[in-house]
């Protein structure tokens, strides 16, 4: 049986979320108009101010994203996504992007976990080597439309059941099985491996995996280090 490992996406192998990048494409190519940037704008400059967190920002570009997709053609979407993954899919921390090889080299059945839309999630995997990914699937109607119908919403948002699907679906065994995550939302995912990787985390992951013995690289400018 195989061995398993799990990544997230988004601030933990690629530099920033594939969710922003689409949005931000899809506002410059004049898909979305520029003022649903009213969902994030101030979350962001409070956050780049440090005066909040990055939850809410994020947050609010899924609201922008969610709230104006509906009629949307899936094709222009596909299309930016290409875009997207073929300009910036090198914009990726060494640290995560070495381990994938490293696993892929001893032959561990890779999975990406992210809570952006399924197309880009699908295109950033297949350039890394990824066996499996999942993103949020969003429904599309007869004539390629998007209808703003979220599909499956219950699985993509716990990791860890995502992670108990493919294990069983692809008969892989948890035993020295990895995972990597870096915000609270992990928790779950990373509880149930053999070797949890709390990467660059945020406060509250940091605090979880001080108390459970976790793992905890961070990487900044050109160090990789371990905190102890």
């Given at each position: 049986?195989?061995?398993?490992?799990?990544?997230?996406?988004?601030?933990?192998?690629?530099?920033?979320?594939?969710?922003?990048?689409?949005?931000?494409?899809?506002?410059?190519?004049?898909?979305?108009?520029?003022?649903?940037?009213?969902?994030?704008?101030?979350?962001?400059?409070?956050?780049?101010?440090?005066?909040?967190?990055?939850?809410?920002?994020?947050?609010?570009?899924?609201?922008?994203?969610?709230?104006?997709?509906?009629?949307?053609?899936?094709?222009?979407?596909?299309?930016?996504?290409?875009?997207?993954?073929?300009?910036?899919?090198?914009?990726?921390?060494?640290?995560?992007?070495?381990?994938?090889?490293?696993?892929?080299?001893?032959?561990?059945?890779?999975?990406?976990?992210?809570?952006?839309?399924?197309?880009?999630?699908?295109?950033?995997?297949?350039?890394?080597?990824?066996?499996?990914?999942?993103?949020?699937?969003?429904?599309?109607?007869?004539?390629?439309?998007?209808?703003?119908?979220?599909?499956?919403?219950?699985?993509?948002?716990?990791?860890?059941?995502?992670?108990?699907?493919?294990?069983?679906?692809?008969?892989?065994?948890?035993?020295?099985?990895?995972?990597?995550?870096?915000?609270?939302?992990?928790?779950p995912m990373l509880k149930i491996v053999s070797d949890p990787i709390c990467f660059n985390p945020n406060r509250a992951l940091y605090a979880v995996a001080r108390k459970n013995g976790w793992k905890v690289?961070?990487?900044?400018?050109?160090?990789?280090?371990?905190?102890?």
């Amino acid at each position: 049986m195989k061995k398993v490992a799990v990544f997230d996406i988004d601030g933990t192998i690629f530099r920033s979320s594939l969710l922003i990048e689409i949005v931000e494409a899809s506002i410059d190519s004049g898909i979305f108009k520029p003022s649903i940037r009213r969902h994030y704008t101030s979350h962001y400059k409070n956050w780049l101010d440090r005066k909040d967190y990055y939850g809410k920002y994020i947050g609010g570009v899924v609201r922008a994203f969610e709230s104006n997709i509906k009629g949307v053609s899936h094709k222009d979407i596909v299309r930016i996504a290409r875009k997207i993954i073929s300009a910036k899919k090198d914009r990726t921390y060494q640290y995560t992007r070495d381990l994938v090889k490293e696993l892929q080299k001893k032959n561990y059945y890779l999975v990406a976990i992210s809570n952006s839309p399924q197309v880009l999630v699908d295109d950033f995997s297949k350039e890394f080597g990824f066996d499996k990914s999942y993103g949020r699937i969003y429904e599309v109607d007869k004539k390629g439309l998007f209808t703003g119908r979220t599909m499956h919403e219950e699985i993509i948002s716990d990791k860890a059941k995502v992670l108990q699907r493919v294990v069983e679906k692809e008969k892989l065994t948890i035993k020295n099985s990895v995972a990597v995550g870096d915000t609270e939302a992990d928790i779950p995912m990373l509880k149930i491996v053999s070797d949890p990787i709390c990467f660059n985390p945020n406060r509250a992951l940091y605090a979880v995996a001080r108390k459970n013995g976790w793992k905890v690289v961070v990487e900044r400018k050109d160090m990789v280090y371990e905190i102890k």
